[in-house]
Structure formats: C-alpha cells, structure tokens
C-alpha cells in the first residue's frame, strides 16, 4: 500500500511539478497521456484501455491468488494440523507428503540436508490421500494466479514502453524528421539473429 502512494506521489510530481514535460515521457508515465497532446486519440484511447485492462487483471489475479492461499491453508490447518507460517515451501511440501516424518524418512534416504526443518511444524493427512490432492490442487491454482499476475506485470511494462516509443515516432512524424526501420540479419557464433533498427 505503501509502495503504490508513493509511486501516486511521484507520479502527481513529475506531472506537475516541472512547467513542461516532453510527451515521450507523459506516455512512459502514463500510457496515451502523450498522444492526447499530440491529438492521437486512437492511439490514446488503445494505449488508455490496454493499462485499465492489464491493472485490472494484474490486481484481480494476485486478489484470487490470495483468497484460494487463505483457502488451502485454513483447510491444511483444519484436516491436517498445519500450522500457518510464512513459508511457500512449507505448503508445497505438505501437498507433497503425507507427514512430516514422511517428509524426513525420504530426504534422509536422499542423504540431503533437508531432513528435520518442519519438525516444529508437524502435519498429518491421516493418510487422506483425497484431502491432501485436494489441498494440493488449490495450492497450484493459487500459484497459478500469482504467476498470471507477474506476467502481466510484465504487460504493464511493456504498455508503458510501447506507447512512450509510438509517442516519439507520432513526435517524429509531425518534425517531418526521417524515421526508418531497418531489418537486418545476421550470422553469429552458428546462429542466425534478426534484428529490427529504429533511425531517426
């Protein structure tokens, strides 16, 4: 909560805060902020709904992933004595085996230093292979709605970056400068790249 205030703050500073801000910079800052002072409101109106569309999903899928963890691990306490830490592999191990000492009985086979840490977090499915797949399952799809949520994180990323470059091109196009793309291949170490220059 803390994190996202700030960034509200510093957002509302750059924006105001300095007489004139090139609109490269408006669109990296907010996607479209830039196209709409250069009176591209197609592009304004894409790059606008795509950061309402990818911040929407991205709280929505970590939100999800919250709920079902606060699920699965109210579950674990209740049909196997689990006790709630702060520990993502503790979870993952509990889905795993039927009890801690299942848990060591295997890693000592495996001779690795893993045998004994959840000891002071003992767990036991009663050998209810149903409440334990059970478990397990809400587990990956709560993992599953964290991974969606960093990913499109990584979307978020990009929209700002995409539109903060279509807002230079647009920039360039009005200066009547020269812009080009250049494909270009090349060969290196065995391997043939493809690569794409911007010139202007």
Not at 150 to 157: E, N, Y
Not at 170 to 197: E, F, Q
Request: charged share 20%.
């Amino acid at each position: 909560m803390q994190r996202t205030i700030f960034i509200i703050i510093l957002y509302i500073s750059l924006s105001y805060g300095a007489p004139t801000i090139h609109p490269v910079v408006k669109s990296f800052l907010i996607p479209g902020w830039g196209d709409i002072e250069l009176e591209n409101n197609k592009s304004s109106k894409f790059f606008i709904q795509s950061e309402i569309l990818l911040f929407t999903g991205c709280i929505s899928a970590f939100h999800v992933s919250n709920l079902i963890e606060k699920k699965y691990i109210t579950f674990a306490s209740e049909h196997a004595g689990a006790i709630s830490i702060n520990n993502h592999r503790y979870w993952v191990d509990i889905g795993n085996y039927n009890t801690n000492i299942d848990f060591d009985s295997e890693h000592l086979r495996m001779r690795d230093e893993e045998k004994g840490q959840w000891s002071e977090y003992p767990w036991d499915w009663n050998k209810n292979d149903t409440n334990r797949k059970k478990f397990e399952n809400m587990r990956i799809d709560s993992d599953k709605y964290f991974l969606a949520g960093k990913f499109l994180i990584g979307g978020i990323i990009m929209n700002h970056i995409i539109s903060s470059i279509n807002t230079l091109y647009i920039t360039r196009v009005n200066s009547d400068s020269k812009i080009s793309l250049k494909p270009l291949i090349y060969k290196l170490n065995g391997n043939y790249k493809y690569m794409i220059s911007l010139e202007f």
